[in-house]
């Protein structure tokens, strides 16, 4: 809390002091039409009348206060740009013909202080969008190797709030957007307006929830909107057609195509039937889309892409290349290779 005086023309000058009398920074602008020049002159209330703060007099008599008791951010606090939205990132990366590669880990395995720095690593090796799971004790879409990672951050205590907590610190470092992966339990416990209101406010651009079926994502799309969170859908190989006319409809940032039939997990291939999945959908909508599940290597990025995906998505290798290291410290120096290997396959 703290005082702002103001010093009216021929060169209007604010100036903000804190409870402790001392000047934390000053605004002026010597020409009516130039730009307000920024200061932080770092001079007590005492020494208003007395002393020159860097090229600026400040003569007690002719400051006014215009307002009390008023609160400002401290200037460490400010974010940095936020990270472009996914669309964005997709118009971008199709402007320049190329292909977004999207890794997907699960919060808090082994620790949130490795995921953390496992963001970093991420969006540092090429990323360009990151999908982060909120771990969960039923997650039905997963295979064994993230249901084992979700279990073991929970049993570590990990929870939607000290994810949330971490990403706070970690989102304005990262360049890319951060999509969270969550079951649809977790943000009915909080409310879907709540729920939406801390995933925006720590700077987080995407969602995908994999077990609310469209005819019941009305209100989520509704909430998701208003709070420009890109709620992301998922199609699979069994989705009838007009069915799926009506997810690629409704979903926002780009569609999931999901690549095989059942849970998350490596194969040691990829259906032939996703470049036919992949034909239909974008006959019917511009839309980007990405193809996930079972994604696990170069070569089956490579190939994915070829068939004409807007992005590709790789989860239970990433995740169980971070489980079997023999240290968090080893696992991130091979995701950072595994990660740059994955984007140098893709155009």
Not at 270 to 297: D, H, M, W, Y
């Amino acid at each position: 809390m703290g005082i702002f005086f103001h010093r009216p023309p021929p060169t209007p000058l604010w100036l903000y002091i804190n409870s402790s009398n001392t000047a934390l920074f000053v605004l002026i602008q010597p020409k009516p039409e130039g730009p307000a020049m920024a200061v932080a002159p770092k001079v007590s209330l005492s020494m208003l009348s007395s002393r020159t703060s860097p090229g600026i007099c400040l003569p007690r008599p002719s400051c006014r206060p215009v307002s009390w008791r008023r609160s400002f951010s401290p200037m460490a606090s400010l974010r940095a740009s936020p990270a472009p939205g996914i669309s964005e990132t997709f118009s971008r990366l199709k402007e320049n013909g190329k292909v977004a590669l999207i890794p997907f880990i699960t919060a808090g395995d082994p620790d949130l202080s490795t995921t953390s720095k496992a963001l970093k690593v991420l969006d540092s090796a090429g990323s360009d969008v990151i999908e982060l799971g909120i771990p969960y004790s039923d997650p039905l879409a997963d295979g064994p190797v993230i249901q084992a990672a979700a279990t073991r951050a929970l049993a570590k205590g990990t929870n939607f709030d000290s994810v949330i907590a971490m990403l706070r610190e970690v989102i304005p470092e990262l360049s890319c957007p951060i999509s969270l992966f969550t079951y649809y339990n977790p943000i009915l416990k909080r409310g879907v307006n709540k729920f939406m209101s801390i995933i925006k406010e720590i700077g987080v651009q995407g969602l995908v929830v994999p077990d609310v079926p469209l005819e019941e994502t009305e209100n989520l799309r509704k909430e998701a909107a208003n709070h420009e969170i890109e709620l992301v859908l998922l199609t699979t190989p069994t989705t009838p057609t007009e069915r799926m006319k009506s997810i690629v409809e409704a979903s926002e940032g780009f569609i999931y195509l999901v690549s095989s039939l059942g849970v998350t997990g490596t194969r040691s291939s990829v259906s032939l039937r996703v470049q036919t999945l992949l034909n239909e959908i974008k006959e019917s909508t511009t839309k980007p889309v990405a193809v996930g599940f079972g994604i696990s290597g170069p070569e089956q990025v490579k190939q994915v892409a070829a068939w004409g995906a807007d992005g590709v998505i790789v989860g239970s290798a990433i995740v169980k290349l971070l489980a079997e290291a023999k240290s968090p410290e080893e696992g991130l120096k091979e995701l950072e290779s595994f990660t740059k290997s994955l984007k140098d396959a893709l155009p």
